[in-house]
């Protein structure tokens, strides 16, 4: 993602701020490994925060108050953003304004003692274990594509990868005798996710089948290939899968983060910890992985059935 399209905005906007806008920009890119996606939609919420500030005449960086950053919700209300828009524009100014802090550029952060708009959790959409068994069946195994396409339905929801995490791997992040693949997630944080013996059967398959007559004359390290020898996309992963999921008579959209909710439901019910369903998902935060407690209502009641003295 370039920057000069932000970089000129801001000028007009609010200049004095544009030298740290680069520098935070950087910050994001080289220290925290984001995505161009994430790095833009970072500077985007910034320089509609600049123009508050511009309206509000407001002084420098080291001197903005948290009634400036309270006036921007206040303008992202008036527009009509959602409780959660307005929640992740509060934790880009939160990290844009600790950066400043941690960079002597300002004394205090005026974000500090805001709080965020109250949501709900969204509960996670996923497929039931018969839907899942049609989407598998999907793929015909007797021809190169449809033994790929099969090793990267069965590989995805056999690890709750994200769409971007399956298309990056390499032959060299498989170890099947171990039982893993080492997954290169957000921030380029690396962690190792079990292989189940359904997913190492079908991808070794479509690697001693397949895969050599997809690469033709060609090398390269990538692990699933499309016709012309290249690496899949994230975006030819998502019309794969909704192609196959039509066929199999799954009428609502299926998208592969589905299936990453499918994956992390089907631990819970079948009475995975949480710790160990947001190392394999590769969370942050154990609060992001608690939504999937919600969708075991009927686990949760028998349990409570079974052992509680007063059921």
Request: hydrophobic residues 35%.
């Amino acid at each position: 993602m370039r920057t000069v399209g932000f970089a000129r905005r801001v000028t007009v906007l609010f200049p004095e701020m544009l030298s740290l806008l680069d520098l935070f920009i950087g910050y994001l890119r080289a220290e925290r490994g984001l995505s161009n996606k994430t790095v833009e939609a970072y500077a985007g919420d910034l320089v509609s925060y600049f123009q508050t500030l511009s309206r509000c005449r407001a002084p420098e960086a080291g001197q903005i108050t948290s009634e400036h950053v309270r006036e921007h919700l206040r303008d992202l209300n008036r527009f009509g953003l959602s409780k959660r828009s307005q929640a992740r524009h509060l934790s880009t100014l939160r990290s844009f304004h600790r950066f400043l802090v941690a960079e002597k550029h300002s004394r205090s952060d005026p974000t500090e003692d805001l709080e965020s708009p109250k949501i709900a959790p969204r509960l996670p959409v996923f497929l039931t274990l018969e839907e899942v068994e049609h989407l598998l069946a999907g793929p015909r195994e007797d021809h190169p594509q449809g033994m790929r396409d099969r090793a990267m339905i069965e590989l995805l929801y056999g690890t709750g990868l994200r769409v971007s995490e399956l298309t990056r791997l390499s032959l060299n992040d498989l170890n099947f005798q171990a039982g893993y693949v080492l997954v290169t997630g957000k921030g380029r944080k690396q962690r190792l996710v079990p292989l189940g013996g359904m997913a190492i059967e079908k991808v070794q398959a479509y690697l001693e089948s397949a895969r050599p007559l997809l690469l033709g004359k060609r090398k390269t390290a990538a692990l699933f290939l499309t016709q012309r020898a290249q690496p899949f996309t994230r975006q030819g992963f998502w019309k794969l899968l909704r192609r196959y999921a039509l066929a199999v008579g799954i009428r609502t959209p299926l998208s592969p983060h589905k299936l990453r909710h499918s994956f992390a439901t089907h631990l819970v019910e079948g009475g995975a910890d949480l710790r160990s369903v947001q190392e394999m998902l590769g969370h942050a935060d154990l609060s992001t992985t608690q939504i999937y407690t919600h969708v075991d209502r009927g686990r949760l009641r028998s349990v409570y059935d079974r052992h509680h003295p007063r059921s």
